[in-house]
Structures are given as structure tokens and as C-alpha cells.
């Protein structure tokens, strides 16, 4: 694809809820990052892939995220028992550099995101 | 605490009059700072990466500085088309990750 594909664009939850978005980055990108935009802020990390491994985690608010990008390609980012405070713009963001380190010290391609409204 | 801070939060401006944006960060050791575009209901586009003060990135009417305090967008003759947020990004040697700015709304008036 062009660019990075994140499904489904929109997605309403009830509190208590479980929900999955989906992430596919640019093909042959091995660095993945998932982020939460919350309204009228700058996007937060949450967690970061090389390939199919979970190299940092450190930015899940709670044990309540949960991410997997088994065959090293797509993403899911899964929240469970979802809370009002998860409302936010989720973006997944790729890189070809590997290596959060190095790949955080270049530009990042972002998908169009998707916004959680949790009622 | 790493942290970055931009103003104005909004900015509206004529077309075809220049100003700039500011990036303020306080950080344990600058890697690069980046500057983004992000679209009402997109995620950010990168527009440019500066690693070193003094260093300068021009692209059409956006023209990006560094010092070793802040950073500036200053952008020239805008133009309706280049009304979006802008948001300020840097990678630190403390964290390897990267530390978003809330962002500058800009508005061009036709």
C-alpha cells in the first residue's frame, strides 16, 4: 500500500467494552509504534515493535492494552474493559529503520488514526 | 523532566502574512528535533528533522531553525492550503523515544 492503514477510522465503545484496531504499516517497515493522541494534544507513545518483537511497552497506561504484531506486519492494539478516559486518537506510526533508537531519530510515517469515543 | 513546549496554541493569519511558530524544549541530551503537519483527521506528517544548532531546513514556504534552546517555523507568504496544526517532536539520548508539543493551529484567512 501507499501508506499506513489503520481500520476502522471510527470506533464507539460502551464502558466495559472490548475493542481491536488495526495497524498496517508500509510493507517492509520493521519499526512500529503505537501512540495516543488525546484532543488538543501532541500524541503520546504507547508501545513499539522491530518486526514481531514488543522491544518497549512502557507508554501502555494500564494492563488493560495489550499489543501483538505476530507476523512482524499488521498490528493490533486490543483494549479491554474499556474506560472513559481511553477516548482518544490512536495512531500507529512505521519506520524502515530498526531499532527504537535509531528509528525514533528519523522522520516516522503515520496512519490517519482512529478515534475511540468510549461511552 | 524532558519536555516541549510550543506557542502560540493558535495562530490566525492573513494570506501573505509571515510569521512563526516557536518550539521551547528542555531536554538531557537533544538527538534531533522534528517538525510535523498534522490535518484535521490525519495523523502527522513529517516536514522536516534538525540535529544540530544552527541548522537550517527550508521546504516551499516553511523554513525550520535550531538553536540549542528552541526552535522556529517560520513561514513565509502563507497561503489558506497551509492552515493545519503544526506539532514539535524531539528524540533524546534519556529515552529512547520520541516527546511530542501540543501543537500550533494555524489559520490562513483567504
Known amino acids: 500500500g501507499a501508506g499506513v492503514s489503520q481500520s476502522p477510522r471510527y470506533k464507539v465503545a460502551k464502558r466495559g467494552q472490548d475493542v481491536a484496531l488495526r495497524c498496517d504499516p508500509i510493507s517492509g517497515h520493521v519499526s512500529l509504534f503505537w501512540y495516543q493522541q488525546a484532543l488538543g494534544q501532541g500524541p503520546e507513545f504507547l508501545t513499539y515493535f522491530q518486526n514481531e518483537a514488543q522491544l518497549d511497552k512502557s507508554g501502555l497506561p494500564s494492563d488493560r492494552f495489550f499489543a501483538e504484531r505476530p507476523e512482524g506486519s499488521v498490528s493490533t492494539l486490543k483494549i479491554q474493559r474499556t474506560q472513559q478516559e481511553d477516548s482518544a486518537v490512536y495512531l500507529c506510526?512505521?519506520?524502515?529503520?530498526?531499532?527504537?533508537?535509531?528509528?525514533?531519530?528519523?522522520?516516522?510515517?503515520f496512519g490517519s488514526g482512529t478515534q475511540l469515543s468510549v461511552l | 523532566e524532558d519536555q516541549v513546549t510550543q506557542s502560540p496554541e493558535a495562530l490566525r493569519l492573513q494570506e501573505g502574512e509571515s510569521s512563526s511558530l516557536n518550539c521551547s524544549y528542555t531536554v538531557s541530551g537533544l538527538r534531533g528535533l522534528f517538525w510535523y503537519r498534522q490535518d484535521p483527521g490525519k495523523g502527522p506528517e513529517f516536514l522536516f528533522t534538525?540535529?544540530?544548532a544552527g541548522e537550517e531546513k527550508e521546504k516551499e514556504r516553511l523554513k525550520a531553525t535550531l538553536t540549542k534552546k528552541e526552535s522556529f517555523l517560520h513561514i513565509t507568504a502563507p497561503k489558506p492550503e497551509d492552515s493545519a496544526t503544526y506539532l514539535c517532536a524531539v528524540s533524546v539520548s534519556s529515552a529512547s523515544k520520541i516527546i511530542f508539543g501540543s501543537g500550533t493551529r494555524l489559520s490562513i484567512r483567504p
Open positions: 506510526a512505521s519506520s524502515w529503520v530498526a531499532g527504537q533508537y535509531s528509528a525514533t531519530n528519523e522522520k516516522l510515517f
Open positions: 534538525l540535529y544540530s
